[in-house]
């Protein structure tokens, strides 16, 4: 079944701590990226990935870090998490000439 | 960049009734506009989506309509059941290896 993972789904932690949400996927996608979900501000893209070791900066990268050392995996890094980080955050892949973007099912974040 | 407003943020209708959600976008190269459907506590799915070499496309109860001069585009869902209630968003992306750039997103509640 072709699918995009995350994990953890819910991850509650406090300010400062470092954590590192994980991202796979098995349709061989070229196309990787990190979105996060507030209400009222829909999808905000922080990172995407045209390939392995290709990433580039969304609208909203500040306070993130990915890596891109495998095809399958996208690892989202928070350094330093800090409250105004708390939010739904959504990895998705897709082909790099375009077409359908798969979604994970979603990581809740919440930084006290 | 693209800019992509996403009209209304909350539409209620009753069951049975049409509902229509508008897009607008600023980027006159965009040439791909799908259109996402976000059930609670799951990440968005491709429910539609239409490229600019086509001015409408249908599949069963929902329809998208592009205008390309004036840049929007329509989601139309006829004969609406309750499990038509989400959040739904549209999307462009212009040709090659680029990015979607989101609508922030309308809240469908169909009651019945």
């Known amino acids: 079944e072709a699918q995009v993972t995350q994990n953890p789904r819910y991850l509650i932690t406090v300010t400062g701590k470092k954590l590192t949400v994980t991202c796979s996927q098995n349709m061989n996608h070229e196309y990787m990226s990190w979105y996060r979900q507030d209400p009222g501000l829909g999808l905000r893209q922080i990172y995407y990935?045209?390939?392995?070791?290709?990433?580039d900066k969304g609208d909203v990268p500040e306070g993130y870090k990915v890596s891109r050392k495998e095809k399958r995996n996208f690892p989202l890094i928070l350094e330093s998490p800090s409250p105004n980080q708390t939010s739904l955050y959504f990895c998705?892949?897709?082909?790099?000439?375009?077409?359908?973007?798969?979604f994970g099912p979603g990581t809740r974040l919440t930084v006290t | 960049g693209e800019n992509v407003e996403q009209h209304p943020s909350t539409l209620s209708v009753q069951e049975g009734d049409s509902a229509v959600i508008k897009c607008t976008y600023s980027d006159s190269a965009s040439n791909y506009f799908p259109w996402y459907k976000q059930e609670l506590g799951k990440g968005p799915q491709l429910i539609i989506d239409i490229r600019s070499n086509v001015g409408e496309k249908k599949d069963q109860r929902i329809a998208v309509t592009l205008n390309k001069t004036a840049k929007h585009f329509s989601l139309h869902i006829t004969e609406t059941q309750p499990e038509d209630s989400a959040v739904y968003f549209c999307?462009?992306?212009?040709?090659?290896?680029?990015?979607?750039?989101f609508g922030k997103g309308t809240m469908l509640l169909v009651s019945p």
């Open positions: 999307a462009a992306k212009p040709p090659g290896y680029s990015t979607l750039t």
């Open positions: 998705a892949s897709r082909g790099l000439a375009g077409g359908q973007e798969y």
């Open positions: 990935s045209m390939n392995v070791e290709v990433t």
